[in-house]
């Protein structure tokens, strides 16, 4: 039996030539920028976090714009769905220089290839661009209703209720945190102490002044057309001493109306919201539902308007010039800053009076 040859004895591997001071100078750097790629990924998840929440808490703060909260709705999708492939990106670089880094050192080099699905690699990269993607894709939903909002052909009216409506819970926490007599010191006067009047107040609101004014012992309707504040303020309030009704100017129309008077009518920064055409019609309708003898207090809201709901100018001499038309007699209780501290807003009390019949 012939005897197998023995192996060829082997050829030792040629050595390696040591790392030149090139070398080593290129792997330091390489390894710092590996470093700093590694601290940028992790930081991407703070950044969405950040922009994320940050946009998604001013679209909860923008409730009276929807074009505002469209837009931050819009960057809220397109930051994420950018992160996403911001991800993708750092993670390829990162990649390559891993594998320079293996080539240079084999020996030295740390593969970890994992064992399981939840150690795999990409696993994190993975992850992290389904909670962006989804982000994105809850952001995207969300603008669908506050696109809609927006293209809505609002008339000017129903604008002007719709921002009410939006901003019911702000605007109660407001109106709440002014106190009547502070607000009203010429009701507040008038009322205190007197014989149980009749009262109107339109455009109540969070219905602050109704409840001041039924807790001097008056008996007071309460109007106002938003359902959203008409619904806090029955909350807030109740609706057993105040009578609530949903109207608004000119016509002020409601079954619990007819055929009542008032001897007194309120209406506390309402009148701005009147278009200057339908002014006399409001005056006439007031002078209607105002007993001989009574008084409407009106406070007029001077300064710029507001982008978000529909205000027409108003001044004390247009007041006064339609006043006696519609039976009236004007007068002026004089100026005072805004409560709110808003510097440029200033209001004017205003007193209409209707004569009482002349004794025979």
Known sequence: MARRPAPPPAVPAPPQAAPTNHDLA?????????????QLFWQIPVISMSLTGGLWFGVAKAETSPWFQLGLLGLAFAGNVVLVFILHRLRYITDEYLSWLERFDASGFVAAPGKSWHDKPYLVRTLL???????????FAMMIPSALDAAKPFTAKARTLAFYDRGAEDLVDRYEALDFGQAHPYLAAKLSGATPLNVLDVGAGSGRDAAA????????????????????????HGADKIQWLDTSMPRLQAPALAGRRFDLIVLSAVWMHVPPRQRREALERLSELLAPGGEIYLTLRLGPGDMDRVMYPVSGEELGRLAPLAGLEYRALGDKPDLLGRKDISWRTVLLTKPAPLAH
């Open 213 to 236: 004014m039924v807790g001097l012992g008056h008996y007071v309707w309460a109007t106002e057309p938003s359902d959203r504040m008409r619904g806090l303020g029955r909350t807030l």
């Open 26 to 38: 290129v792997y330091d750097q390489n390894s710092q920028t590996l470093r700093s790629l590694n």
């Open 129 to 139: 661009q389904i909670m962006f993607s989804l982000a994105a894709a809850f952001s």
